[in-house]
Structure formats: structure tokens, C-alpha cells
């Protein structure tokens, strides 16, 4: 019984100066010079064309579905150059449903730079 206690005692006693190393460190605040913000240089954005297909044109947005991913759709807003476009496509009938076209735009952004594409005839 006694050996039991000694090594019971030995045991703990070997465990403790490691369990005081690991709270003996002390927290530091970092050494941070905090007066002056960091600058981060942003790369500009470059347009990409998205092959799409029309789900609804009008003069205000148009409803698109994409070539490579079906689930994926997107309604635009015109620029100014891509508001002409649409003009002159609206006024010989406009866009059908179904017609394949390609926009260029800013990712993230929800204004078509850029409609290529010819409407198909109107029914």
C-alpha cells in the first residue's frame, strides 16, 4: 500500500513542473504601430463575356440563363453603349426567348457593358 502512495506522490509530483511551464508564460500585446492604416493595392476588374441564353428582354433588364451552368441566372441593366443595342434590337422585335447571346460584364456587378448576339425573327 505504501509503494502505491509513493508512486501516486512521484507521479504527481512529475507532472507538476510541466503543468507550471505551460501557464508560466505570460501574454504579450503585440507591438503594433497602429497610427498609420495599410494600404492595399487593388487590381482592377477586366470585363468577361458571359455566353448566356434569353429568358425575358424589356428596356429596362434583361433575364439571362447561362450556356455552362442552366441553374445559374442573371438579370442586367444596360450601360449606356449596351442601352442602344437593345433599342434597335427592341425596335426590330426584340430578343425571343431561348436566343443565345453573350454579355460582357464586371463580375459581381449587375450592369451588361456589351450585348452581342442577333435576335432571332419574332413569331
Do not use: C
Request: no cysteine; proline share 5%.
Amino acid at each position: 500500500m505504501k509503494t502505491h502512495k509513493l508512486f501516486a506522490t512521484l507521479g504527481v509530483l512529475a507532472v507538476l513542473p510541466a503543468g507550471v511551464l505551460f501557464t508560466a508564460t505570460t501574454a504579450r500585446a503585440q507591438d503594433a504601430n497602429t497610427s498609420s492604416p495599410i494600404i492595399v493595392k487593388q487590381s482592377a476588374q477586366k470585363p468577361v463575356w458571359l455566353k448566356v441564353e434569353v429568358i425575358k428582354a424589356d428596356q429596362l433588364t434583361i433575364m439571362v440563363r447561362e450556356e455552362a451552368n442552366s441553374m445559374n441566372i442573371h438579370t442586367f441593366t444596360y450601360s449606356d453603349k449596351a442601352r442602344e443595342k437593345i433599342q434597335s434590337v427592341l425596335s426590330d422585335g426584340g430578343y425571343q426567348y431561348g436566343d443565345k447571346i453573350k454579355i460582357r460584364y464586371l463580375p459581381g456587378q449587375t450592369e451588361a457593358l456589351d450585348i452581342r448576339g442577333g435576335p432571332s425573327k419574332p413569331l
